[in-house]
């Protein structure tokens, strides 16, 4: 096997990595049957993966799939690339292999660098992929990322087997986790999941409260911190053939006493759960969970929460803009009308005694400015209403 990925590289004119290198000869198949590309220990001195070493990497998961024998399967792989050099150029290469190969089951690129462009590439590729756990966690992904992400799967169809999902540690807000719920809402497979964003942001209230509920009507366990499965779980998701009983018949082992009326929905049962999910797997996990009232006949309940709380702010940002040019106006008014009634009384107050005819003059004068004193007392009038009429006002 490690033949095959030196050819690989040597086709490419690119030098094997040692750490692929080492992974690949030391792998034998046993009773898991999962090969480990990557996944640095602290002890390991090899350099960093970067994206030109994913090309014959994935050439090489490419050439695995023709190792399937009608007896046996091709082996399931786990490529763990977390905290390597591998940017978005690498993600889209690793996009590319999982619309072709049937065997990489487990990608990880947690702490990597692949930001949103990365993540958009991976979305679109979900759909035709046989990936079972998913690590996207701290990886510079913002709202725009984990929008394209869950766009690609909502566009071409939902992944058939994806059970794990982490997004955690990202600099992601409410905009994005409201992305992801709506995608919560509409996937069938989905059993473990995290999207808490890193310190300090965080996530408010109601779409705190609607993550909660979203999880709960799909039947998933949220994490505020997701950890990858361990081989021996990975190998009982994928269902492999000689651990998949042939009979169908131990879907009836959760029915313990057939005269009594089972009180349990057999919801997770009857959900598509992916292509490869033993029975056995299935039951464990409907065991702890407790039921949940059916109300997805309301629709995206999650996504309404999410969007009523922003036009709440909005509202009340809208609400505060209001209250403040109206006070302005108000103090501008009354400010007016001070230095009107100041110029009146010094009018009357300094008033030589008027001669023949200027008396007329000053009368007009005086009616002139009390028709303007009126008409601003009047608009003062109108003002003084709006504010009492606000709320809060």
Known sequence: MDASYCWQCQQLSLPPHPLLLRHVARFERGSVGVLLLGGRQSSDLEP?????????????????????????????????????????????????????????????????????LGALALGAALSSSALVELDLGE????????????????????????????LDGNATGDVGTTEVISYLERQSTLRSFSIHPSLPRGLSQEVEAALQVACE???VTLDH?????????????????????????????????????APVPPEPLQRAPGVGWSPSSAVAERTPRKPVPDMRQSGHLASWMAGTERELRELKWLLSSSSA?????????????????????????????PRTGAGEVEEMRLDVLEARFDALDQLVGREQSECAQRPGG
Do not use: Y
């Not at 997701?226 to 029915?255: I, M, T, Y």
């Open 217 to 219: 009507l799909s039947g």
């Open 325 to 353: 040019r109206l006070d302005g106006q108000h103090r501008k008014l009354m400010s007016e009308l001070e230095k009107l009634r100041l110029q009146l009384d010094a009018w009357t107050s300094d008033a030589a005694p």
């Open 139 to 166: 990886c510079a992904l913002t709202d725009q990322g984990l929008r394209a992400l869950v766009r690609g799967p909502q566009v071409h169809g939902a992944p058939p087997c994806l059970s794990v999902l982490l």
């Open 48 to 116: 960093p993966v970067r994206d030109a070493d994913l090309k014959p990497c994935s050439l090489f998961i490419r050439s695995l799939s023709r190792l399937a024998t009608p007896t046996s399967d091709a082996p399931l792989i786990r490529l763990d690339l977390s905290g390597e050099l591998v940017t978005c150029e690498g993600a889209k290469t690793l996009a590319a292999v999982l619309q072709v190969s049937l065997s990489l089951r487990s990608l990880l690129l947690r702490r990597t660098p692949i930001g949103d």
């Open 225 to 261: 911190k997701g950890e990858a499965l361990s081989l021996d779980r990975l190998a009982s998701c994928c269902g492999k053939r000689h651990e998949v009983a042939p009979s169908p018949s131990p879907v009836a082992v959760p029915v313990a006493t057939p005269a009594l009326p």
